[in-house]
Protein backbone atom coordinates (compact mmCIF):
# COMPACT_ATOMS: atom_id res chain seq x y z
CA UNK A 1 0.00 0.00 0.00
CA UNK A 2 1.34 3.33 -1.07
CA UNK A 3 2.14 5.85 1.53
CA UNK A 4 -0.47 8.43 0.22
CA UNK A 5 -3.39 5.20 0.67
CA UNK A 6 -1.93 4.61 4.42
CA UNK A 7 -2.21 8.41 5.14
CA UNK A 8 -5.89 8.01 3.56
CA UNK A 9 -6.79 4.89 5.52
CA UNK A 10 -5.62 6.34 8.68
CA UNK A 11 -7.90 9.30 7.95
CA UNK A 12 -10.52 7.57 7.37
CA UNK A 13 -9.87 5.35 10.59
CA UNK A 14 -9.70 8.87 13.03
CA UNK A 15 -12.72 10.20 10.90
CA UNK A 16 -15.23 6.49 12.08
CA UNK A 17 -13.46 6.53 15.40
CA UNK A 18 -14.65 10.15 16.55
CA UNK A 19 -18.22 9.39 14.19
CA UNK A 20 -19.14 6.96 16.88
CA UNK A 21 -19.78 9.72 19.60
CA UNK A 22 -22.12 11.06 17.47
CA UNK A 23 -24.12 7.56 17.06
CA UNK A 24 -26.91 6.50 19.28
CA UNK A 25 -26.43 4.02 21.91
CA UNK A 26 -28.16 1.59 19.88
CA UNK A 27 -26.46 2.44 17.00
CA UNK A 28 -23.06 2.43 18.70
CA UNK A 29 -23.91 -1.09 19.81
CA UNK A 30 -24.54 -1.92 16.26
CA UNK A 31 -20.98 -0.75 15.31
CA UNK A 32 -18.88 -2.12 18.30
CA UNK A 33 -20.77 -5.69 18.01
CA UNK A 34 -19.68 -5.66 14.45
CA UNK A 35 -16.09 -4.34 15.12
CA UNK A 36 -15.62 -7.02 17.97
CA UNK A 37 -17.29 -9.89 15.52
CA UNK A 38 -14.38 -9.04 13.15
CA UNK A 39 -11.83 -8.50 15.00
CA UNK A 40 -12.31 -12.40 15.93
CA UNK A 41 -12.87 -13.29 12.02
CA UNK A 42 -9.44 -11.66 11.21
CA UNK A 43 -8.08 -14.47 13.62
CA UNK A 44 -9.77 -16.90 12.47
CA UNK A 45 -9.20 -16.16 8.38
CA UNK A 46 -5.16 -15.94 9.85
CA UNK A 47 -5.83 -19.63 10.52
CA UNK A 48 -7.93 -20.80 8.44
CA UNK A 49 -8.12 -18.51 5.17
CA UNK A 50 -3.66 -18.12 5.30
CA UNK A 51 -2.37 -20.95 7.05
CA UNK A 52 -4.72 -23.64 6.32
CA UNK A 53 -5.95 -24.58 9.84
CA UNK A 54 -9.70 -25.80 10.41
CA UNK A 55 -10.93 -24.46 13.85
CA UNK A 56 -14.11 -24.98 15.80
CA UNK A 57 -13.19 -23.68 18.65
CA UNK A 58 -13.23 -19.89 18.02
CA UNK A 59 -16.47 -19.06 20.47
CA UNK A 60 -14.23 -20.81 23.54
CA UNK A 61 -10.91 -18.60 22.40
CA UNK A 62 -13.41 -15.52 22.62
CA UNK A 63 -14.44 -17.04 25.93
CA UNK A 64 -11.31 -17.88 27.59
CA UNK A 65 -10.16 -14.03 26.99
CA UNK A 66 -13.20 -12.69 28.28
CA UNK A 67 -13.17 -14.52 31.26
CA UNK A 68 -9.46 -13.45 31.73
CA UNK A 69 -10.21 -9.85 31.24
CA UNK A 70 -12.86 -10.15 33.21
CA UNK A 71 -11.11 -11.54 36.05
CA UNK A 72 -8.48 -8.92 35.83
CA UNK A 73 -9.78 -6.11 35.00
CA UNK A 74 -12.26 -6.63 38.33
CA UNK A 75 -8.95 -6.74 39.86
CA UNK A 76 -7.82 -3.33 38.47
CA UNK A 77 -5.99 -3.71 35.58
CA UNK A 78 -7.93 -2.32 33.47
CA UNK A 79 -6.08 -1.73 29.97
CA UNK A 80 -3.80 -4.19 30.78
CA UNK A 81 -7.06 -6.81 31.17
CA UNK A 82 -7.60 -7.17 27.28
CA UNK A 83 -3.59 -7.58 26.75
CA UNK A 84 -4.09 -10.22 28.86
CA UNK A 85 -7.44 -11.71 27.54
CA UNK A 86 -5.42 -11.98 24.08
CA UNK A 87 -2.48 -13.65 26.12
CA UNK A 88 -4.19 -16.06 27.80
CA UNK A 89 -6.26 -17.06 23.97
CA UNK A 90 -2.97 -17.56 22.36
CA UNK A 91 -1.83 -19.84 24.74
CA UNK A 92 -5.18 -21.95 24.67
CA UNK A 93 -4.78 -21.79 21.01
CA UNK A 94 -1.63 -22.97 21.01
CA UNK A 95 -2.37 -25.89 23.44
CA UNK A 96 -5.53 -26.76 21.03
CA UNK A 97 -4.09 -26.41 18.23
CA UNK A 98 -1.37 -29.26 19.42
CA UNK A 99 -3.07 -32.10 17.62
CA UNK A 100 -2.68 -30.55 14.37
CA UNK A 101 0.59 -30.98 14.05
CA UNK A 102 -0.59 -35.10 14.16
CA UNK A 103 -3.84 -34.83 12.63
CA UNK A 104 -5.38 -33.37 9.08
CA UNK A 105 -8.16 -32.38 7.42
CA UNK A 106 -11.44 -33.60 9.15
CA UNK A 107 -9.65 -35.43 11.54
CA UNK A 108 -8.60 -31.87 13.35
CA UNK A 109 -11.60 -30.16 12.74
CA UNK A 110 -13.57 -32.51 15.19
CA UNK A 111 -10.18 -32.46 17.86
CA UNK A 112 -11.13 -28.71 18.04
CA UNK A 113 -15.02 -29.14 18.75
CA UNK A 114 -13.79 -31.82 20.95
CA UNK A 115 -11.95 -29.12 22.67
CA UNK A 116 -14.72 -26.47 22.29
CA UNK A 117 -17.71 -28.81 24.59
CA UNK A 118 -14.42 -29.19 26.90
CA UNK A 119 -14.07 -25.37 27.55
CA UNK A 120 -17.59 -24.94 27.51
CA UNK A 121 -18.08 -27.39 30.19
CA UNK A 122 -14.80 -26.32 32.28
CA UNK A 123 -16.79 -22.78 31.91
CA UNK A 124 -19.72 -24.23 34.15
CA UNK A 125 -17.51 -25.69 36.24
CA UNK A 126 -14.48 -23.45 37.73
CA UNK A 127 -17.08 -21.12 39.48
CA UNK A 128 -14.10 -19.73 41.48
CA UNK A 129 -12.58 -18.03 37.79
CA UNK A 130 -15.84 -17.93 35.59
CA UNK A 131 -19.01 -17.80 38.16
CA UNK A 132 -20.65 -20.96 36.98
CA UNK A 133 -23.86 -20.61 35.01
CA UNK A 134 -24.87 -17.55 36.86
CA UNK A 135 -22.28 -15.96 34.79
CA UNK A 136 -18.94 -13.16 36.18
CA UNK A 137 -19.78 -9.51 36.31
CA UNK A 138 -17.51 -7.51 35.23
CA UNK A 139 -16.24 -3.96 35.93
CA UNK A 140 -16.09 -1.11 33.15
CA UNK A 141 -12.88 -0.63 31.56
CA UNK A 142 -10.47 1.64 33.09
CA UNK A 143 -8.26 3.23 29.74
CA UNK A 144 -5.65 6.48 30.64
CA UNK A 145 -7.37 6.51 33.85
CA UNK A 146 -10.90 7.21 33.08
CA UNK A 147 -13.62 4.56 33.45
CA UNK A 148 -15.19 4.14 29.26
CA UNK A 149 -19.07 3.20 30.65
CA UNK A 150 -20.88 4.50 26.79
CA UNK A 151 -21.82 2.53 24.01
CA UNK A 152 -20.08 5.04 21.88
CA UNK A 153 -17.10 4.74 23.56
CA UNK A 154 -16.77 1.40 23.47
CA UNK A 155 -17.84 1.84 19.59
CA UNK A 156 -14.49 3.89 19.33
CA UNK A 157 -12.27 2.09 21.20
CA UNK A 158 -13.36 -1.49 19.17
CA UNK A 159 -12.89 0.58 15.88
CA UNK A 160 -9.51 1.76 16.63
CA UNK A 161 -8.78 -2.05 17.65
CA UNK A 162 -10.30 -3.35 14.59
CA UNK A 163 -7.78 -1.02 12.37
CA UNK A 164 -4.70 -1.60 15.05
CA UNK A 165 -5.62 -5.34 14.34
CA UNK A 166 -5.88 -5.28 10.45
CA UNK A 167 -2.96 -3.31 10.30
CA UNK A 168 -0.66 -5.55 12.17
CA UNK A 169 -2.33 -9.00 10.37
CA UNK A 170 -1.49 -7.58 7.26
CA UNK A 171 2.08 -6.14 8.32
CA UNK A 172 2.64 -9.94 9.75
CA UNK A 173 1.94 -11.54 6.20
CA UNK A 174 4.91 -9.07 4.54
CA UNK A 175 7.52 -10.83 6.53
CA UNK A 176 8.97 -14.33 6.27
CA UNK A 177 6.69 -16.44 9.08
CA UNK A 178 3.24 -14.79 6.96
CA UNK A 179 4.49 -15.95 3.51
CA UNK A 180 5.38 -19.35 5.41
CA UNK A 181 1.49 -19.65 6.22
CA UNK A 182 0.71 -19.56 2.66
CA UNK A 183 3.14 -22.21 1.44
CA UNK A 184 1.81 -24.51 4.38
CA UNK A 185 -1.67 -23.73 3.42
CA UNK A 186 -1.17 -25.21 -0.37
CA UNK A 187 0.98 -28.13 0.63
CA UNK A 188 3.28 -28.66 3.52
CA UNK A 189 5.62 -31.38 1.81
CA UNK A 190 6.19 -28.74 -0.68
CA UNK A 191 6.79 -26.49 2.82
CA UNK A 192 9.26 -28.97 4.52
CA UNK A 193 11.59 -28.97 0.72
CA UNK A 194 11.65 -25.43 0.88
CA UNK A 195 13.07 -25.65 4.42
CA UNK A 196 10.10 -24.09 6.26
CA UNK A 197 9.72 -25.34 9.85
CA UNK A 198 5.91 -26.58 9.55
CA UNK A 199 5.61 -27.29 13.64
CA UNK A 200 6.69 -24.23 14.56
CA UNK A 201 4.63 -21.94 11.12
CA UNK A 202 1.72 -23.73 12.38
CA UNK A 203 2.52 -22.77 16.18
CA UNK A 204 2.81 -18.75 15.25
CA UNK A 205 -0.11 -19.22 13.24
CA UNK A 206 -2.51 -20.83 16.48
CA UNK A 207 -0.41 -18.10 18.80
CA UNK A 208 -1.17 -14.91 16.66
CA UNK A 209 -4.70 -16.37 15.67
CA UNK A 210 -5.74 -17.09 19.64
CA UNK A 211 -4.09 -13.65 20.44
CA UNK A 212 -6.49 -11.45 18.49
CA UNK A 213 -9.40 -14.22 19.40
CA UNK A 214 -8.26 -13.34 22.53
CA UNK A 215 -8.58 -9.33 22.25
CA UNK A 216 -11.78 -9.81 20.77
CA UNK A 217 -13.37 -11.40 24.25
CA UNK A 218 -11.84 -9.29 26.31
CA UNK A 219 -13.91 -6.58 24.33
CA UNK A 220 -16.76 -8.69 24.62
CA UNK A 221 -16.76 -8.95 28.33
CA UNK A 222 -15.92 -5.25 28.73
CA UNK A 223 -18.80 -3.81 26.28
CA UNK A 224 -21.88 -6.53 27.59
CA UNK A 225 -20.49 -6.15 31.56
CA UNK A 226 -21.27 -10.07 31.74
CA UNK A 227 -19.31 -13.22 30.43
CA UNK A 228 -21.59 -16.21 30.79
CA UNK A 229 -20.94 -19.82 29.09
CA UNK A 230 -24.21 -19.45 26.98
CA UNK A 231 -22.38 -16.66 25.24
CA UNK A 232 -19.40 -18.60 24.08
CA UNK A 233 -20.80 -22.09 23.27
CA UNK A 234 -20.52 -23.55 19.52
CA UNK A 235 -22.70 -21.57 18.23
CA UNK A 236 -20.31 -18.53 18.21
CA UNK A 237 -17.66 -20.86 16.58
CA UNK A 238 -20.68 -21.77 13.50
CA UNK A 239 -21.17 -17.82 13.56
CA UNK A 240 -17.46 -17.14 12.83
CA UNK A 241 -16.82 -20.00 10.33
CA UNK A 242 -20.43 -18.38 8.83
CA UNK A 243 -17.97 -14.72 8.42
CA UNK A 244 -15.45 -16.52 6.56
CA UNK A 245 -18.21 -18.24 4.27
CA UNK A 246 -19.99 -15.58 3.65
CA UNK A 247 -17.62 -12.70 3.49
CA UNK A 248 -14.37 -15.09 2.00
CA UNK A 249 -11.36 -16.81 3.30
CA UNK A 250 -7.95 -15.51 2.63
CA UNK A 251 -9.28 -12.11 2.00
CA UNK A 252 -8.87 -9.42 5.02
CA UNK A 253 -11.88 -7.35 3.83
CA UNK A 254 -14.24 -10.54 3.73
CA UNK A 255 -13.51 -11.20 7.92
CA UNK A 256 -15.27 -7.75 7.83
CA UNK A 257 -17.67 -7.95 5.06
CA UNK A 258 -19.00 -11.82 6.90
CA UNK A 259 -18.94 -10.25 10.03
CA UNK A 260 -21.44 -7.06 9.26
CA UNK A 261 -23.31 -9.72 7.36
CA UNK A 262 -23.75 -12.17 10.24
CA UNK A 263 -24.55 -10.06 12.75
CA UNK A 264 -26.79 -7.05 10.96
CA UNK A 265 -28.91 -9.55 8.98
CA UNK A 266 -30.15 -11.46 11.87
CA UNK A 267 -30.96 -7.64 13.62
CA UNK A 268 -32.64 -6.43 10.20
CA UNK A 269 -34.85 -9.57 9.93
CA UNK A 270 -35.85 -8.77 13.68
CA UNK A 271 -36.47 -5.02 12.67
CA UNK A 272 -38.60 -5.60 9.58
CA UNK A 273 -40.86 -7.81 11.88
CA UNK A 274 -41.28 -5.53 14.66
CA UNK A 275 -41.98 -3.08 11.60
CA UNK A 276 -44.85 -5.63 9.72
CA UNK A 277 -46.18 -6.88 13.45
CA UNK A 278 -44.84 -10.39 12.44
CA UNK A 279 -42.08 -10.14 15.16
CA UNK A 280 -42.71 -13.65 16.21
CA UNK A 281 -43.01 -15.23 13.35
CA UNK A 282 -39.91 -13.89 11.90
CA UNK A 283 -38.19 -14.25 15.17
CA UNK A 284 -38.81 -17.81 15.05
CA UNK A 285 -37.94 -17.78 11.45
CA UNK A 286 -34.71 -15.64 11.84
CA UNK A 287 -32.31 -18.67 12.11
CA UNK A 288 -33.86 -20.83 9.35
CA UNK A 289 -33.68 -17.77 7.06
CA UNK A 290 -30.15 -16.99 8.17
CA UNK A 291 -29.01 -20.73 6.97
CA UNK A 292 -30.76 -20.24 3.72
CA UNK A 293 -28.63 -17.23 3.14
CA UNK A 294 -25.51 -18.94 4.09
CA UNK A 295 -26.12 -21.97 1.58
CA UNK A 296 -27.55 -19.43 -1.19
CA UNK A 297 -23.36 -17.99 -1.08
CA UNK A 298 -22.26 -21.85 -0.75
CA UNK A 299 -24.15 -22.90 -4.12
CA UNK A 300 -23.85 -19.66 -5.98
CA UNK A 301 -20.74 -17.82 -4.55
CA UNK A 302 -18.46 -19.84 -2.86
CA UNK A 303 -15.63 -17.37 -2.36
CA UNK A 304 -17.59 -15.03 -0.49
CA UNK A 305 -18.89 -11.19 -0.47
CA UNK A 306 -14.99 -10.22 -0.99
CA UNK A 307 -15.23 -12.05 -4.37
CA UNK A 308 -18.63 -10.97 -5.50
CA UNK A 309 -18.12 -6.86 -4.57
CA UNK A 310 -14.72 -7.71 -6.87
CA UNK A 311 -16.42 -8.90 -9.46
CA UNK A 312 -19.00 -6.23 -9.63
CA UNK A 313 -16.50 -3.24 -9.48
CA UNK A 314 -14.60 -5.05 -12.33
CA UNK A 315 -18.44 -4.91 -14.52
CA UNK A 316 -19.06 -1.31 -13.48
CA UNK A 317 -15.45 -0.37 -14.32
CA UNK A 318 -16.00 -1.80 -17.69
CA UNK A 319 -19.29 -0.42 -18.22
CA UNK A 320 -18.01 3.13 -17.39
CA UNK A 321 -15.04 2.46 -19.61
CA UNK A 322 -18.00 1.51 -22.84
CA UNK A 323 -19.88 4.33 -22.20
CA UNK A 324 -16.35 6.82 -22.16
CA UNK A 325 -15.49 5.06 -25.26
CA UNK A 326 -19.07 6.15 -27.06
CA UNK A 327 -19.23 9.39 -26.25
CA UNK A 328 -15.48 10.33 -27.28
CA UNK A 329 -15.19 10.69 -31.29
CA UNK A 330 -12.35 7.85 -32.77
CA UNK A 331 -10.01 10.02 -34.71
CA UNK A 332 -12.19 8.87 -38.15
CA UNK A 333 -14.88 10.69 -36.93
CA UNK A 334 -12.88 13.92 -36.21
CA UNK A 335 -11.59 13.75 -39.80
CA UNK A 336 -14.19 13.70 -40.57
CA UNK A 337 -16.50 16.08 -38.94
CA UNK A 338 -13.13 19.04 -39.57
CA UNK A 339 -13.18 18.54 -43.62
CA UNK A 340 -16.85 17.08 -44.87
CA UNK A 341 -17.38 19.18 -47.60
CA UNK A 342 -14.27 18.31 -48.91
CA UNK A 343 -14.40 15.12 -49.12
CA UNK A 344 -17.87 15.36 -50.48
CA UNK A 345 -16.39 18.20 -53.41
CA UNK A 346 -13.27 15.66 -54.20
CA UNK A 347 -16.06 13.22 -54.97
CA UNK A 348 -18.29 15.22 -57.25
CA UNK A 349 -15.05 16.70 -59.14
CA UNK A 350 -14.24 13.21 -60.21
Not at 38 to 61: H, K, P
Not at 115 to 132: H, N, S
Not at 250 to 266: D, E, H, I, K
Not at 311 to 338: E, F, I, K, N, Q
Request: aromatic residues 8%.
Amino acid sequence: MSRRRQIAAAAAVVLAVAGCFALGRYGAYLVHAVAISAIAALGLNLLTGFAGQISFAQGALVGIGAYTAGNLGNAGWGAGAVLAGGVAGGVASVVIGLPALRLRGLYYAIATLAAQFVLEYLFKIVEPLTRGISGMNVSPLVLLGRTVASDQAYAALSLALLAITWAGLQRLMHTNVGRSFLVVRENELVARGMGIDVVRVKLWAFLVSGFVTGVSGALVAFTTRLATPEAFSLQLSVDQVAMLIVGGQGVWAGSLLGATFVVLVPEAIQRAGEAFKAANLLSASREMAFGLLIILFLVFEPRGLAALLRRLGRALSRLVASRASRASPTPAALATSRYPATGGSREKAH
